[in-house]
Structure formats: structure tokens, C-alpha cells
């Protein structure tokens, strides 16, 4: 097998789009799109942010939700990560979003992203947020036998090689099952 190397570079798959939801001090709510992150524990998610809006917001609030990009919302998910908040303090109404409080954090939900996590920060240093997931939020539209239903969701996620995003495929097995057949 021949290879190609590419060399050091972030090129995971596949890499969730986060688009992190916040409130600043005066309750306005903004978001912003995150790839680099990752459920770190059964109640603790990791993201990899540099200095934003989204940020100073962290520190004032404390909370924020991560809601899972869609394939229904691709320009608008893309729009908040290419649109500066500092710049554009407009920013999520103009990317067609509509807010409701959580009542789990001080943060947005985003009406039109079905699922999301609801966090508090647990600790921001050196770029890696750490956030308490306090509750997960589903829109019925996406459930199916009381489960989040992935079909109905359809998250995207973010390819880092060709600066694209895709939709996820289909169902190819069983986890915790079809490695048992190896026993």
C-alpha cells in the first residue's frame, strides 16, 4: 500500500459542526461555528476556541449551548463562523436564528438547530473550554422511539481536507455488538 503524507494537520473524521450559543451582558444572544471539539466524559464536552465574541460572553455568562449543525441550516451555520460578532453585533438574527432561554443555563437555545447541549463552563484556559453538560435538548421533530433520531436530525460535519461539509451516511452496524461476533 503506497501512502500519501500530508503532515501535521488537524484532519480528523469525522468532525462535528458545534455552533456554540451565548448571551453577552446586556442578554443579546450571538453563536459562533466550532469544529474542534469533543464529548470528553459522560457529562463534559471540549472545545478548542481562539478569542471571540462567543468568549468574552463565556466569561461574563458562564454558560452557553452547543447545538449540532444541520443540513437545513448549512448557510446560516457557516455564515456565524466566517461573521464576526465583535464586528456585526447582529450577527445571529441576521443569520436567520431565533432564540429561547434555556431553563437549564444562562444561554440560547437556537429555535431553528433540533438538538443541542446545555452547558456551564467548567473552566476557559489556554483556548480549551471545558463545559458541564447539564441537559441535552431535542425538538420532537427529531425524535423517534423517544430517541434522537440522526435521519431526522441530519447533522453535517465538517470535512477539513477539501473546506466542506457533509452529510452524515448511513447505518453500517451495531456498537457494542458486532465486534462481540469476534469473541
Known amino acids: 500500500m503506497s501512502r500519501v503524507n500530508f503532515g501535521a494537520k488537524p484532519l480528523m473524521f469525522p468532525q462535528p459542526v ?8 446586556d442578554g443579546v ?8 471539539g ?10 478548542s476556541l481562539g478569542e471571540h465574541k462567543t468568549t468574552d460572553n463565556l466569561a461574563v455568562r458562564k454558560a452557553f449551548t452547543v447545538s449540532m449543525a444541520t ?3 448549512v448557510a446560516a451555520c457557516d455564515y456565524v463562523g466566517i461573521e464576526s460578532g465583535r464586528k456585526v453585533p447582529d450577527k ?7 432564540a429561547t432561554r434555556s431553563a437549564f443555563v444562562d444561554a440560547p437555545l437556537i429555535d431553528e438547530l433540533p438538538m443541542a ?3 456551564r463552563v467548567k473552566s476557559f484556559e489556554d483556548g480549551i473550554l471545558i463545559g458541564e453538560i447539564v441537559n441535552v435538548s431535542a425538538d420532537e421533530r427529531v425524535i423517534t422511539d ?4 440522526p435521519k431526522k436530525l441530519k447533522p453535517i460535519t465538517f ?6 461539509y457533509i452529510a452524515l451516511g448511513e447505518k453500517v452496524g451495531d456498537a457494542f455488538r458486532d465486534g462481540a461476533k469476534l469473541k
Open 71 to 73: 443540513e437545513d441550516q
Open 29 to 36: 444572544p450571538n453563536a459562533m461555528n466550532a469544529a474542534w
Open 18 to 25: 458545534l455552533i456554540i450559543a451565548t448571551y453577552d451582558a
Open 117 to 119: 447541549l446545555e452547558c
Open 146 to 149: 423517544g430517541r434522537i433520531d
Open 159 to 164: 470535512d477539513p481536507c477539501n473546506n466542506a
Open 92 to 98: 445571529f438574527e441576521r443569520a436567520g436564528f431565533h
Open 38 to 47: 469533543i464529548t470528553t466524559d459522560f457529562k463534559e464536552i471540549t472545545i
